[in-house]
């Protein structure tokens, strides 16, 4: 006799969405009521993609601009106290930012990857040492301080902007993160800073900006957050909030002034305190230009 089958899994197509604009020279994301914006894909939703805007704009009345697949999410575990198993596609957006109401910096969520003002004393001061009693705590110590070494560099030159969704990870799987407490007995006082979100928004959220930070290297994208027009200090300071690191002035307009990235408008920003600053425009017909090659937008670091 053959065996019998179980009952198939009850599934649930999801579509979540992060979406980053730049206000005030802070990186912000779209959030409501702790979670990203999400929801099912319906039979009316012609394509993933028009859905995924329909929702969004539903939730917060927010136009998407650019728009690109983010990754699946489907780990069993990743949404507690369901009955079905939800699968998220996950979609990154860009957007300028248009209503205060439902935005978040970024930061508020992962403080420690904010280190435009130098070293980030949380990492050095809270958690590292919590991570180095986590490695010793381990059936293999040296590989653990391995890991903790290359996720979480301790200088300002080890500092790898990029490895968000590994530092999260880590953080997780030692327990210092509040997300990591709903499947396990966690003290309260283990838990390092940072506003959890709801099922693994956070998680989706640490891909979101690691692509991000990513791809404002090699990819004008960056322009998608600024208005018409723009001065090169609105430039630099919105480059320096997704990446979380301070730029050399210098070295920043020499790079973009030697790949023809912007043109002047003619006019000047007035009302900055301070001398008069030029307004510039980004270039999009280099986007046809160099459709091959790229457009590269690499972070001149400061050190």
């Known amino acids: 006799m053959s065996p019998i089958d179980p009952s198939p899994e009850p599934l649930r197509l999801e579509l979540s969405a992060v979406v980053v604009a730049v206000t005030a020279d802070e990186p912000r994301v779209l959030v409501v009521d702790g979670a990203l ?88 001061d809270s958690i590292l040492p919590r991570l180095a009693v986590w490695a010793d705590e381990g059936a293999d110590p040296p590989s653990r301080r391995q890991r903790i070494a290359v996720s979480f560099g301790p200088t300002e030159r080890d500092w790898n902007e990029d490895l968000v969704l590994q530092r999260f990870e880590l953080l997780y799987e030692a327990g210092l993160v509040a997300e990591a407490a709903r499947t396990r007995p966690i003290p309260a006082d283990r838990l390092v800073p940072g506003e959890a979100m709801t099922h693994d928004h956070r998680r989706i959220l640490a891909t979101g900006i690691a692509r991000l930070r990513a791809k404002i290297k090699y990819r004008p994208v960056v322009f998608e957050l600024l208005p018409p027009a723009f001065t090169l200090l609105q430039l630099q300071r919105s480059v320096e909030a997704l990446a979380g690191r301070r730029l050399h002035k210098q070295n920043f307009r020499r790079l973009i002034e030697g790949q023809g990235l912007v043109e002047e408008t003619g006019e000047i920003e007035a009302g900055t305190g301070g001398r008069p600053a030029k307004l510039v425009r980004f270039r999009r017909e280099i986007l046809a230009e160099r459709a091959v090659s790229g457009t590269k937008l690499p972070l001149s670091r400061t050190a």
């Open 37 to 124: 914006p999400s929801g099912p894909l319906e039979p009316d939703h012609r394509t993933l993609e028009l859905g995924l805007r329909a929702w969004v704009e539903a939730q917060t009345h927010q136009p998407l601009g650019y728009v690109e697949q983010l990754y699946t999410f489907a780990d069993r575990d990743r949404t507690p106290g369901h009955s079905e198993r939800v699968i998220s596609l996950s979609y990154l957006g860009l957007a300028r930012e248009a209503q205060p109401a439902s935005w978040q910096n970024w930061y508020r969520y992962f403080p420690w990857e904010d280190w435009r003002a130098g070293p980030n004393r949380l990492v050095i």
